[in-house]
Nanobody
Framework: QVQLVESGGGLVQPGGSLRLSCAAS????????MSWHRQAPEKGRELVAV????????TYVDSVKGRFTISRDNAKNTVYLQMNSLKPEDTAVYYC?????????WGQGTQVTVSS
C-alpha cells in the first residue's frame, strides 16, 4: 500500500522556520522524483519545489527561491522541505508528491500557518 505521510507543519511567526517531512512507503522511493506543492485558501494548488530521484537537481518556484530548500534521504525514504524566513503568504496546506513516468502519488497534506 502506497503511503506518503507529511509532518512538521504548524503555526509560526513571520520570519520563522519550519521543516516539513514526507515519509514514503509502498513503492521504490529512490526511483521517483519528489515534489512539494501547496494550496492556500481559495487558491489553486501550486508547485513549490522539485527534486530528482537521485537528489542531483532541484527546482523552485520564484516566490520561495533563497528561502526554501528541498532535500531527500533515499535511505530513509523521506523528502524534506526546509522553510526559512517564512511570510504570511506562505500560509497553505503543503503536500508532497511522488512521480515516475505515469505513476503519481499524493500525501494528505500538512497545514502551515504563518501569523503573528
Amino acid at each position: 500500500q502506497v503511503q506518503l505521510v507529511e509532518s512538521g507543519g504548524g503555526l509560526v511567526q513571520p520570519g520563522g522556520s519550519l521543516r516539513l517531512s514526507c515519509a514514503a512507503s509502498g513503492f521504490t522511493f529512490s526511483s521517483y522524483a519528489m515534489s512539494w506543492h501547496r494550496q492556500a485558501p481559495e487558491k489553486g494548488r501550486e508547485l513549490v519545489a522539485v527534486i530528482t530521484s537521485t537528489g542531483g537537481t532541484t527546482t523552485y518556484v520564484d516566490s520561495v527561491k533563497g528561502r526554501f530548500t528541498i532535500s531527500r534521504d533515499n535511505a530513509k525514504n523521506t523528502v524534506y522541505l526546509q522553510m526559512n524566513s517564512l511570510k504570511p503568504e506562505d500560509t497553505a496546506v503543503y503536500y508532497c508528491r511522488a512521480d515516475r513516468y505515469n505513476r503519481r502519488y499524493w500525501g494528505q497534506g500538512t497545514q502551515v500557518t504563518v501569523s503573528s
